[in-house]
T-cell receptor, first 117, second 115 residues
Framework: AQTVTQSQPEMSVQEAETVTLSCTYDTSESDYYLFWYKQPPSRQMILVIRQEAYKQQNATENRFSVNFQKAAKSFSLKISDSQLGDAAMYFCAYRIRVGGGADGLTFGKGTHLIIQP | GAVVSQHPSWVICKSGTSVKIECRSLDFQATTMFWYRQFPKQSLMLMATSNEGSKATYEQGVEKDKFLINHASLTLSTLTVTSAHPEDSSFYIC???????????FGPGTRLTVT
Protein backbone atom coordinates (compact mmCIF):
# COMPACT_ATOMS: atom_id res chain seq x y z
CA ALA A 1 0.00 0.00 0.00
CA GLN A 2 1.07 3.53 -0.65
CA THR A 3 1.82 5.88 2.21
CA VAL A 4 2.43 9.61 2.30
CA THR A 5 4.26 11.20 5.22
CA GLN A 6 4.36 14.85 6.16
CA SER A 7 6.65 15.25 9.14
CA GLN A 8 5.91 18.93 9.85
CA PRO A 9 2.54 19.34 11.62
CA GLU A 10 2.99 23.11 11.62
CA MET A 11 5.25 25.64 9.96
CA SER A 12 5.49 29.39 10.43
CA VAL A 13 7.01 31.93 8.06
CA GLN A 14 7.26 35.69 7.85
CA GLU A 15 5.29 37.37 5.10
CA ALA A 16 7.37 37.73 1.90
CA GLU A 17 9.80 35.02 3.02
CA THR A 18 10.25 31.55 1.53
CA VAL A 19 9.11 28.33 3.18
CA THR A 20 9.53 24.68 2.25
CA LEU A 21 7.08 21.97 3.23
CA SER A 22 8.33 18.40 3.27
CA CYS A 23 6.70 15.22 2.00
CA THR A 24 7.95 11.69 1.56
CA TYR A 25 6.06 8.76 0.15
CA ASP A 26 6.38 5.07 -0.26
CA THR A 27 5.25 3.13 -3.30
CA SER A 28 6.32 0.18 -5.38
CA GLU A 29 4.87 1.77 -8.51
CA SER A 30 6.98 3.63 -11.06
CA ASP A 31 4.27 5.68 -12.74
CA TYR A 32 2.25 7.99 -10.53
CA TYR A 33 1.20 11.54 -9.78
CA LEU A 34 2.10 13.64 -6.79
CA PHE A 35 0.09 16.66 -5.71
CA TRP A 36 0.04 19.46 -3.20
CA TYR A 37 -3.38 20.60 -2.10
CA LYS A 38 -4.27 23.64 -0.04
CA GLN A 39 -7.20 23.57 2.39
CA PRO A 40 -8.05 27.04 3.78
CA PRO A 41 -10.43 27.53 6.70
CA SER A 42 -13.36 27.19 4.28
CA ARG A 43 -12.18 23.55 3.88
CA GLN A 44 -12.47 23.69 0.09
CA MET A 45 -9.63 21.63 -1.36
CA ILE A 46 -7.57 23.59 -3.87
CA LEU A 47 -4.97 22.03 -6.15
CA VAL A 48 -1.69 23.91 -5.83
CA ILE A 49 0.64 21.92 -8.04
CA ARG A 50 1.11 18.47 -9.53
CA GLN A 51 4.08 16.41 -10.66
CA GLU A 52 4.12 13.42 -12.96
CA ALA A 53 6.66 10.86 -11.79
CA TYR A 54 7.99 10.25 -15.31
CA LYS A 55 8.97 13.90 -15.67
CA GLN A 56 12.42 14.83 -14.43
CA GLN A 57 11.72 18.55 -14.51
CA ASN A 58 10.31 19.96 -11.30
CA ALA A 59 6.88 21.53 -11.63
CA THR A 60 6.40 25.24 -10.99
CA GLU A 61 3.28 27.38 -10.70
CA ASN A 62 4.06 31.02 -10.13
CA ARG A 63 5.31 31.30 -6.51
CA PHE A 64 4.97 27.56 -5.93
CA SER A 65 7.57 25.02 -6.97
CA VAL A 66 8.44 21.48 -6.02
CA ASN A 67 11.65 19.56 -5.47
CA PHE A 68 10.89 16.07 -6.71
CA GLN A 69 13.50 13.45 -5.85
CA LYS A 70 12.14 10.17 -7.24
CA ALA A 71 14.90 7.92 -5.96
CA ALA A 72 14.57 9.34 -2.49
CA LYS A 73 10.76 9.38 -2.77
CA SER A 74 10.70 12.96 -1.65
CA PHE A 75 8.37 15.72 -2.87
CA SER A 76 8.76 19.07 -1.13
CA LEU A 77 6.84 22.27 -1.83
CA LYS A 78 8.55 25.65 -1.85
CA ILE A 79 6.45 28.76 -1.47
CA SER A 80 8.27 31.95 -2.39
CA ASP A 81 7.26 35.45 -1.36
CA SER A 82 4.75 34.08 1.16
CA GLN A 83 1.47 35.96 1.35
CA LEU A 84 -1.16 36.12 4.07
CA GLY A 85 -3.53 34.27 1.75
CA ASP A 86 -1.19 31.31 1.72
CA ALA A 87 -2.12 30.48 5.31
CA ALA A 88 -3.86 27.10 5.23
CA MET A 89 -3.43 23.37 5.69
CA TYR A 90 -1.29 21.86 2.97
CA PHE A 91 -1.67 18.23 2.04
CA CYS A 92 0.69 16.16 -0.04
CA ALA A 93 -1.11 13.49 -2.06
CA TYR A 94 -0.29 10.52 -4.27
CA ARG A 95 -2.16 8.76 -7.02
CA ILE A 96 -1.16 5.93 -9.28
CA ARG A 97 -1.13 6.99 -12.93
CA VAL A 98 -1.70 3.78 -14.81
CA GLY A 99 -5.21 2.44 -15.27
CA GLY A 100 -6.75 5.80 -16.04
CA GLY A 101 -8.07 8.32 -13.60
CA ALA A 102 -10.31 6.10 -11.55
CA ASP A 103 -8.06 5.96 -8.52
CA GLY A 104 -8.49 7.88 -5.33
CA LEU A 105 -5.86 9.98 -3.68
CA THR A 106 -3.72 8.99 -0.71
CA PHE A 107 -3.09 12.01 1.49
CA GLY A 108 -0.47 12.86 4.05
CA LYS A 109 -1.52 14.18 7.45
CA GLY A 110 -1.02 17.78 6.44
CA THR A 111 1.08 20.76 7.46
CA HIS A 112 -0.54 23.81 8.98
CA LEU A 113 1.15 26.86 7.47
CA ILE A 114 1.06 30.09 9.44
CA ILE A 115 2.03 33.37 7.82
CA GLN A 116 3.35 36.00 10.23
CA PRO A 117 2.63 39.56 9.06
CA GLY B 1 -15.73 25.35 -15.03
CA ALA B 2 -15.37 22.02 -13.23
CA VAL B 3 -17.58 22.84 -10.27
CA VAL B 4 -18.71 20.22 -7.78
CA SER B 5 -21.41 20.96 -5.24
CA GLN B 6 -22.49 19.12 -2.11
CA HIS B 7 -25.77 19.26 -0.27
CA PRO B 8 -26.31 19.82 2.54
CA SER B 9 -23.27 21.72 3.73
CA TRP B 10 -24.12 20.91 7.34
CA VAL B 11 -26.51 18.40 8.84
CA ILE B 12 -27.39 17.36 12.36
CA CYS B 13 -29.21 14.09 12.90
CA LYS B 14 -30.18 11.91 15.82
CA SER B 15 -28.47 8.65 16.58
CA GLY B 16 -30.12 5.76 14.77
CA THR B 17 -31.44 7.77 11.85
CA SER B 18 -30.12 7.86 8.29
CA VAL B 19 -28.85 10.86 6.40
CA LYS B 20 -28.18 11.35 2.70
CA ILE B 21 -25.48 13.60 1.26
CA GLU B 22 -25.54 14.59 -2.40
CA CYS B 23 -22.58 15.33 -4.63
CA ARG B 24 -23.21 16.94 -8.00
CA SER B 25 -20.95 17.88 -10.88
CA LEU B 26 -22.49 21.08 -12.20
CA ASP B 27 -20.79 21.64 -15.53
CA PHE B 28 -19.27 18.32 -16.56
CA GLN B 29 -20.10 14.65 -16.64
CA ALA B 30 -18.41 12.80 -13.82
CA THR B 31 -17.48 9.30 -14.87
CA THR B 32 -16.01 8.62 -11.44
CA MET B 33 -16.73 10.13 -8.05
CA PHE B 34 -14.84 9.65 -4.83
CA TRP B 35 -15.93 10.01 -1.21
CA TYR B 36 -13.48 11.05 1.48
CA ARG B 37 -13.84 11.44 5.20
CA GLN B 38 -11.93 14.00 7.23
CA PHE B 39 -11.79 13.96 11.02
CA PRO B 40 -11.10 17.25 12.82
CA LYS B 41 -7.58 18.50 12.19
CA GLN B 42 -6.72 15.31 10.34
CA SER B 43 -6.16 14.15 6.82
CA LEU B 44 -8.62 13.00 4.19
CA MET B 45 -9.24 9.27 4.00
CA LEU B 46 -10.64 7.72 0.87
CA MET B 47 -13.83 5.83 1.68
CA ALA B 48 -15.04 4.64 -1.70
CA THR B 49 -14.94 5.09 -5.44
CA SER B 50 -18.08 5.08 -7.53
CA ASN B 51 -18.55 4.81 -11.26
CA GLU B 52 -21.79 5.76 -12.94
CA GLY B 53 -24.13 2.81 -13.19
CA SER B 54 -22.04 0.35 -11.24
CA LYS B 55 -21.50 -0.61 -7.62
CA ALA B 56 -19.12 1.42 -5.53
CA THR B 57 -15.72 0.08 -4.54
CA TYR B 58 -15.06 0.52 -0.84
CA GLU B 59 -11.69 0.91 0.84
CA GLN B 60 -10.63 -1.64 3.39
CA GLY B 61 -12.25 -1.02 6.74
CA VAL B 62 -15.20 0.98 5.39
CA GLU B 63 -18.55 -0.64 6.13
CA LYS B 64 -20.44 -0.73 2.86
CA ASP B 65 -23.74 -1.47 4.62
CA LYS B 66 -23.35 1.65 6.75
CA PHE B 67 -22.11 3.99 4.03
CA LEU B 68 -24.33 3.38 1.01
CA ILE B 69 -23.09 5.00 -2.17
CA ASN B 70 -25.15 5.40 -5.32
CA HIS B 71 -23.90 6.93 -8.58
CA ALA B 72 -27.14 6.94 -10.52
CA SER B 73 -26.18 9.47 -13.17
CA LEU B 74 -23.14 11.17 -14.66
CA THR B 75 -23.77 14.23 -12.50
CA LEU B 76 -24.94 12.84 -9.17
CA SER B 77 -23.58 10.57 -6.48
CA THR B 78 -25.11 10.12 -3.06
CA LEU B 79 -23.70 8.91 0.23
CA THR B 80 -26.20 7.63 2.76
CA VAL B 81 -25.06 7.11 6.31
CA THR B 82 -27.42 4.49 7.72
CA SER B 83 -28.23 4.10 11.41
CA ALA B 84 -25.89 6.94 12.23
CA HIS B 85 -23.98 7.01 15.51
CA PRO B 86 -21.98 9.80 17.14
CA GLU B 87 -18.73 8.24 15.90
CA ASP B 88 -19.95 8.83 12.33
CA SER B 89 -19.75 12.57 12.97
CA SER B 90 -17.19 13.91 10.55
CA PHE B 91 -16.57 16.06 7.50
CA TYR B 92 -17.41 14.25 4.27
CA ILE B 93 -15.92 15.46 0.99
CA CYS B 94 -16.65 14.24 -2.51
CA UNK B 95 -14.60 14.70 -5.64
CA UNK B 96 -15.21 13.94 -9.28
CA UNK B 97 -13.29 13.34 -12.46
CA UNK B 98 -14.28 13.17 -16.10
CA UNK B 99 -12.59 10.52 -18.17
CA UNK B 100 -8.97 9.60 -17.66
CA UNK B 101 -7.58 12.83 -16.31
CA UNK B 102 -5.31 13.56 -13.39
CA UNK B 103 -7.28 16.25 -11.60
CA UNK B 104 -10.04 15.57 -9.14
CA UNK B 105 -12.50 18.39 -8.58
CA PHE B 106 -13.56 18.63 -4.96
CA GLY B 107 -16.87 19.58 -3.46
CA PRO B 108 -17.01 22.00 -0.52
CA GLY B 109 -17.73 19.22 1.96
CA THR B 110 -20.56 18.30 4.32
CA ARG B 111 -20.26 18.47 8.09
CA LEU B 112 -22.26 15.69 9.74
CA THR B 113 -23.03 15.84 13.44
CA VAL B 114 -24.82 12.89 15.04
CA THR B 115 -26.34 13.59 18.45
Amino acid sequence: AQTVTQSQPEMSVQEAETVTLSCTYDTSESDYYLFWYKQPPSRQMILVIRQEAYKQQNATENRFSVNFQKAAKSFSLKISDSQLGDAAMYFCAYRIRVGGGADGLTFGKGTHLIIQP
Amino acid sequence: GAVVSQHPSWVICKSGTSVKIECRSLDFQATTMFWYRQFPKQSLMLMATSNEGSKATYEQGVEKDKFLINHASLTLSTLTVTSAHPEDSSFYICSAISGQVYEQYFGPGTRLTVT
